[in-house]
Every structure is written in C-alpha cells, then in structure tokens.
C-alpha cells in the first residue's frame, strides 16, 4: 500500500522539472494523478511514464495562465477520478533577468497569471469538491528567492509573496476543509 492509496492529485506543471518529480512520486504511492500541463509532448510523456509503471493518470492540457484552463483540470480529476484530493500548485513562468527598470508590464503580467492567478484559480474550484467530500489538501510553492530579493527577479519574488500570503489565508480560513 502506497501513502497516496484512492487519492486524487492534480498536479500543475507536471510535465517537467519539480513537477515532473512531484506525479511520477505521487503516482508511485498510489495517487491518480492529473498532469495538467502546457506542453503537449512532456504532459503525454509524464502520462505515459505513469501508465507505463501501473498508475492511474490523465493528462489534461492547460494553459495556467487561462482560468478556464485551470478550472478544467479540477473537473478533469472529478469527472475521470470522482473526487479531488490534493492540488498541486507547481507552475510558473519566468521572466527575463534583467533590473525592474527595464522589466514591462507585460513581465509581470507573465508571472502573475500562471503563478498567483492561476493558485487563485485552481484553490477556488477545488474548494466546492474538497467540502463535498470532507476534506482535501492544497501544496502551493514559496520560494527563497522572494525572501532573499534575489537579483533581477523582482517580478518572480512578488509573485511569490502573494502566493505564500494566498496560502496562509485560506489555511486560516479553510482548515476546517
């Protein structure tokens, strides 16, 4: 028996990197994984990795950036699984590393789409599924960069900020979810 047996993970951004690492070990302690991610090739081949080692997994396209996107890798996992378990808000952007001075808005609307919005998004519609069924849990990243003001990345950084303050929030608000 796995750790994760007869839970339901969406996991954004799975389709490479930490992402990547993230479904394949969810997978591996019994989770059905949902690899909601942007591209084609890495999200059907994290898919079929999983497939591939006995998992159940479905591998839906989504563009975090796009709310609609967002709110249907969560009914993806209701409608192929029956529930929602545990939302992964793994995917991010990144921006060119270059002073705030010379950052756009477009730069830091880059960011703020796929990071906080798009956390915004997916803990928004999982909320309804997590509440019907008695509880769930939501694993948002922070990163050090944000706490360290890491150079040139000012966009990343407040991004971050707002997504470990949309974190502590709602764990005040929701713990009882």
Same mark, same amino acid.
């Given at each position: 028996?796995?750790?994760?047996? !007869?839970?339901? =993970?969406?996991?954004?951004?799975?389709?490479?990197?930490? @992402?990547? !690492?993230? =479904?394949?070990?969810?997978?591996?302690?019994?989770?059905? #994984?949902?690899?909601?991610?942007? /591209? /084609?090739?890495?999200?059907?081949? #994290?898919? +079929?990795? &999983?497939?591939? +080692? !006995? !998992?159940?997994?479905?591998?839906?396209?989504?563009?975090? @950036?796009?709310?609609?996107?967002?709110?249907?890798?969560?009914? =993806?996992?209701? /409608?192929?699984? @029956?529930?929602?378990? #545990?939302?992964? *808000? *793994?995917?991010?952007?990144?921006?060119?590393? #270059? %002073?705030?001075?010379?950052?756009?808005?477009?730069?830091?609307?880059?960011?703020?789409? %796929?990071?906080?919005?798009?956390?915004?998004?997916?803990?928004?519609?999982?909320?309804?599924?997590?509440?019907?069924?008695?509880?769930?849990?939501?694993? *948002?990243?922070?990163?050090?960069?944000?706490?360290?003001?890491?150079?040139?990345?000012? /966009?990343? *950084?407040?991004?971050?900020?707002? &997504?470990?303050?949309? +974190?502590?929030?709602?764990?005040?608000?929701?713990?009882?979810?």
């Amino acid at each position: 028996m796995g750790r994760l047996d !007869g839970k339901v =993970a969406v996991i954004t951004g799975a389709g490479q990197g930490i @992402g990547r !690492g993230i =479904a394949r070990r969810f997978a591996s302690e019994g989770a059905a #994984v949902v690899v909601a991610e942007l /591209d /084609d090739a890495a999200g059907k081949q #994290v898919a +079929t990795d &999983i497939e591939n +080692t !006995g !998992g159940r997994t479905v591998f839906v396209r989504t563009d975090v @950036g796009d709310k609609r996107q967002v709110e249907s890798a969560i009914a =993806a996992a209701v /409608d192929t699984f @029956g529930r929602v378990d #545990v939302l992964v *808000n *793994n995917a991010i952007a990144l921006s060119p590393n #270059v %002073p705030i001075e010379d950052k756009s808005d477009d730069d830091l609307d880059g960011l703020l789409r %796929p990071g906080l919005w798009a956390t915004w998004w997916a803990m928004r519609a999982a909320l309804p599924h997590f509440k019907a069924q008695g509880g769930g849990r939501v694993i *948002n990243f922070y990163s050090i960069d944000a706490e360290a003001a890491a150079w040139l990345h000012v /966009d990343y *950084n407040m991004t971050k900020e707002a &997504i470990r303050g949309l +974190t502590r929030s709602p764990a005040a608000q929701w713990g009882r979810y």
